[in-house]
Structure formats: structure tokens, C-alpha cells
């Protein structure tokens, strides 16, 4: 069984950066995605980043130029550098690995962008 745990949320200012990680436990013996969602109030989750087994890389429309998504398979972590912030993107943001079907999601991480 799979888990996820991300690492690195907190409080930043708008323009400011913060880089978000995530660490799966257990043993993968397969080829498998990773990414992030975001899910701000009263809004519906959305996908902000995905790396492929194959390292091919896609980003939401809104974060790209600004954030970096990137993995470490021997740590089985995957990370999500951004920077410029604004305060619309604060939520909560969830890291996920995908492993032929099977999504397993990780618990979330607090970002908030104020002044």
C-alpha cells in the first residue's frame, strides 16, 4: 500500500516562493505518474502539475513559467517549485501518484499567499 506525504506548505508573501515535497512509502514495482491539484475555498480541486514515468512534464495553463514541477525516483518524492505567488493561489495542495489505474493521494498541504 502506497502513501503519500507532502511537506512544505506554509505562509508566503505575494511574489514569494515555497517548494512543495512529497514521499511515497512502499514499494513501486511499476511505472508510475506524479503530480499536484490544488484545492482553494469553495472551489473544485484542479490539476496544477503532472511529471510522467517518462519525465514529460504538463502544467496548468495559470502556474507555468512559474512553477517547476520535478521527481526523484530513487526517493520516490516528487516536488513542485513555485515562485511569484499570488494570494488567489492559496489552497491546499495535493500531491498524487498514479500507478496503472490506481490514484493514491496524499493528505495535503497548506499554502497561503497575504501580506
Known amino acids: 500500500q502506497v502513501q503519500l506525504v507532502e511537506s512544505g506548505g506554509g505562509l508566503v508573501q505575494p511574489g514569494g516562493s515555497l517548494r512543495l515535497s512529497c514521499a511515497a512509502s512502499?514499494?513501486?514495482?511499476?511505472?508510475?505518474?506524479m503530480g499536484w491539484y490544488r484545492q482553494a475555498p469553495g472551489k473544485q480541486r484542479e490539476s496544477v502539475a503532472i511529471v510522467t514515468w517518462r519525465l514529460n512534464t504538463n502544467y496548468a495553463d495559470s502556474v507555468k513559467g512559474r512553477f517547476t514541477i520535478s521527481r526523484d525516483n530513487a526517493q520516490k518524492a516528487v516536488y513542485l517549485q513555485m515562485n511569484s505567488l499570488k494570494p488567489e493561489e492559496t489552497a491546499v495542495y495535493y500531491c498524487?501518484?498514479?500507478?496503472?489505474?490506481?490514484?493514491?493521494w496524499g493528505r495535503g498541504t497548506q499554502v497561503t499567499v497575504s501580506s
Open positions: 498524487w501518484v498514479r500507478i496503472d489505474d490506481s490514484i493514491t
Open positions: 512502499g514499494s513501486i514495482f511499476r511505472p508510475y505518474d
